[in-house]
């Protein structure tokens, strides 16, 4: 049979418009599948994946706290085998001018002044924070802070944050929630070791950076003196004497005629 012209043209017209789809027609199907991005580890997880390994660390460390118009002080950590702990904090109490240990055992947390030391005094119950009076604050970082931050009840916003100077440990900006009536943990930044030592850690009332080498924790702690009754030493300095007599310029005495 011979095909006409027409025809022809007919059936290639048709066979285009099939391949090339109409607008009423069902339109080719793309098969591939988009990748989803990977999820982002949560900063708060990765924060209390180190802070559970700080928890079950027992060890003697040395850091430095340097604060805003003061010159550098020394603190000593020991977190002891059976759980007590001790935090010697070179001027801790009367405005810097003295040094104390604050010391925790089963019985109860102890203040003790140190160089020289003049005894310890109960303070508070075991476990429990300190009178804001006498309360250097320094020592919640190795003990109650952990349990705030592996504590997925209690609001935290917890965000990655630069490396503070002088440690390469990973670094996470903490703020507790804004409803607290008193927040359970300061803002600041917390930056844990690998091995879950705290590195370094900036805070309103500092900033404490590790110095030397973690030791080994002894199988308990040991107080600087004997337990005493007393009045513990306030963290801020005491007032000054009131001026004498003869300094204000009035003499203490009439003179005679």
């Known amino acids: 049979m011979t095909v006409t012209t027409g025809t022809a043209l007919a059936v290639l017209t048709g066979v285009l418009v099939a391949a090339c789809g109409s607008p009423g027609g069902a339109q080719p199907q793309d098969t591939a599948t988009a990748t989803p991005a990977p999820a982002q580890p949560d900063p708060r997880n990765l924060l209390a994946a180190r802070v559970a390994v700080a928890k079950d660390q027992r060890y003697v460390a040395a850091y430095t706290l340097t604060a805003t ?111 607290a009536l008193a927040p359970p943990i300061d803002p600041g930044t917390f930056c844990y070791s690998d091995n879950g030592i705290l590195a370094a850690a900036k805070l309103p009332f500092g900033q404490l950076m590790l110095t030397g080498e973690v030791m080994a924790a002894p199988s308990t702690i040991s107080l600087p003196g004997q337990v005493v009754d007393g009045s513990p030493l306030p963290t801020t300095a005491p007032p000054p004497p009131p001026p004498s007599a003869k300094a204000s310029g009035t003499p203490s005495v009439k003179p005679s005629h």
């Open 69 to 179: 118009g003061k010159p550098p002080r020394s603190i000593l950590v020991t977190i002891a085998a059976d759980r007590s702990w001790r935090v010697d904090i070179q001027g801790g109490a009367l405005g810097g001018t003295a040094d104390v240990a604050i010391a925790n055992r089963p019985d109860g947390q102890y203040q003790c002044p140190i160089n020289p030391a003049n005894g310890c005094i109960k303070v508070a119950a075991s476990g429990k924070r300190l009178p804001a009076a006498i309360d250097p604050r320094v020592q919640y970082l190795f003990v109650t802070w952990l349990d705030v931050l592996l504590d997925r009840q209690i609001p935290l916003a917890v965000v990655p944050a630069d490396p503070l100077a002088g440690t390469s440990a990973p670094c996470f900006a903490v703020e507790p929630g804004t409803t």
